[in-house]
Nanobody, 126 residues
Framework: QVQLVESGGGLVQAGASLRLSCAAS??????MGWFRQAPGKEREFVAT????????YYADSVKGRFTISRDNVKNTVYLQIDSLKPEDTAVYYC?????????????????????WGQGTQVTVSS
C-alpha cells in the first residue's frame, strides 16, 4: 500500500508563494498528480508529472503560476505556487497512479489515480 504524505500548506497573504511537498512511501506507476478542492466545490485537477521523464501537464487555470517537479531520489513531488490568489484557497491533495501508463497521455481524472494523500490546507487571505 503506497502512502502519500503532503506538507507545506498554510495561511498566507495574496501574492505570496508556497511549496507543497508530497512524500511517497514508494514509487508505483509513472505518474503523480496534484488536485485541489475548494470549499463547496468538487475536487479538480491541478498538475501531473512523470517520474521517468519529468514531463508535466497543467490545468489551464494554473498555468504560469504553478510548477510541479519531482525528486526521484527522495520519492517526493513538489508543487510550487507563486502569486497566490484568494481563489487558490483549497485543500491540496497529491495522488499516485499505479500500473500501465499510455504513451503521450496525461492523467487528469480522479479515477485514474489509485492512491491519495490526506491533503494539506492552503488558505490565501486578500
Amino acid at each position: 500500500q503506497v502512502q502519500l504524505v503532503e506538507s507545506g500548506g498554510g495561511l498566507v497573504q495574496a501574492g505570496a508563494s508556497l511549496r507543497l511537498s508530497c512524500a511517497a512511501s514508494e514509487r508505483t506507476g509513472n505518474f503523480m498528480g496534484w488536485f485541489r478542492q475548494a470549499p463547496g466545490k468538487e475536487r479538480e485537477f491541478v498538475a501531473t508529472i512523470s517520474w521517468s521523464s519529468g514531463s508535466t501537464y497543467y490545468a489551464d487555470s494554473v498555468k504560469g503560476r504553478f510548477t510541479i517537479s519531482r525528486d526521484n531520489v527522495k520519492n517526493t513531488v513538489y508543487l510550487q505556487i507563486d502569486s497566490l490568489k484568494p481563489e487558490d484557497t483549497a485543500v491540496y491533495y497529491c495522488a499516485a497512479r499505479s500500473g500501465y501508463s499510455r504513451p503521450n497521455y496525461y492523467y487528469t481524472r480522479e479515477n485514474e489515480y489509485n492512491y491519495w494523500g490526506q491533503g494539506t490546507q492552503v488558505t490565501v487571505s486578500s
